[in-house]
């Protein structure tokens, strides 16, 4: 099961007493990790925003409706609301701002932008809380915490496995998913830093951004190889990861060039098997997504937060081989 790193709620424990009716329903699904409160008061609405432009989202919708099931035991509504498939700073600030004219108690978002604080923060000051989940922006908020996976050290992580693969020297052609994406950034930066520093001998190709979309990676890869023959590993950053491991099928380069990256989604994973992606690190969005919203349903019972306003969610790095933690 996935854990969280930070400290988890520290509360008295008068505040986990369940009344009899939710008691009944208090069994956590397999994947979430945060027990909700009692709520003896008024009746609590929340607003659940995300993107579905990639299969990456399949588990965080799926997360945020077994949050909707689980909740409806606390007298807590969560409705999910669909940000579009076109990942914009407008989409998420439009989202925040017609929950708030909605009457929503409190907001699960994904701002992934900078811009996207002035939202936040006005709804802040109408009394609306916001929780972000798997990435935002750098510039602070007055949201109430972050839950996400820390991508700069997940980077480093990718970026220590790919130099290992690579034995040291090669070609290493890079696809982000949105210049403008501080998440997408961090992981891609993350990796760089580690190899331009200790592993002089790789080259980098590009970054190159497909904006989430595996099509276009598939294009960016035939054209990265058709200009450099000797690619020896291909890292996608974001969305569309399969898109470049079936480039690397239809080119004949199985065991060749490796495609590494992010999400264990069906899609990924089937490259896993058949060898053209050699490593996918996990962000655990289900639980991203049914944490956050039981935190955001604690939060507006009595004040409930972790000690810490940043609470990192490890993954696990799957390979050929199988997971390794």
Avoid: C
């Amino acid at each position: 099961m996935w854990t969280l790193t930070k400290r988890t709620f520290l509360v008295s424990t008068a505040a986990f007493a369940l009344t009899a009716a939710s008691a009944l329903a208090a069994e956590l699904p397999e994947g979430g990790s945060v027990k909700a409160l009692a709520n003896d008061g008024e009746p609590l609405r929340i607003a659940f925003m995300a993107f579905q432009n990639n299969p990456f989202w399949i588990p965080v919708i799926e997360g945020a409706n077994a949050a909707t099931d689980y909740l409806s035991n606390y007298n807590t509504t969560v409705d999910y609301i669909d940000l579009g498939d076109a990942l914009t700073p407008e989409a998420v600030i439009a989202g925040i701002e017609a929950a708030v004219a909605q009457g929503y108690d409190g907001i699960v978002t994904v701002p992934i932008f900078d811009g996207t604080e002035r939202a936040i923060n006005e709804a802040a000051a109408d009394g609306v809380p916001t929780i972000n989940i798997i990435a935002e922006g750098s510039v602070p908020s007055e949201r109430v915490l972050f839950i996400g996976q820390n991508g700069y050290e997940a980077g480093k992580q990718l970026g220590t496995f790919m130099a290992d693969q690579m034995g040291g020297s090669g070609k290493l052609g890079v696809i982000t998913g949105y210049f403008g994406a501080v998440q997408h950034t961090l992981r891609m930066n993350g990796a760089l830093d580690l190899i331009k520093e200790e592993y002089p001998d790789i080259k980098i190709i590009g970054p190159f951004e497909n904006q989430d979309r595996a099509e276009t990676a598939y294009s960016q890869v035939q054209d990265m190889y058709t200009a450099n023959p000797d690619l020896g590993m291909v890292y996608v950053t974001a969305g569309g990861p399969f898109g470049a491991a079936r480039a690397i099928k239809d080119l004949g380069l199985t065991g060749k060039v490796g495609v590494v990256g992010y999400d264990h989604t069906p899609d990924n994973l089937a490259y896993i098997e058949t060898g053209e992606m050699f490593g996918l690190i996990d962000q655990a969005p289900f639980q991203q997504a049914f944490d956050g919203a039981v935190m955001m349903h604690n939060f507006l019972v009595d004040g409930s937060r972790p000690d810490d306003d940043i609470v990192y969610v490890d993954g696990n790095l799957v390979t050929p081989k199988g997971i390794d933690n």
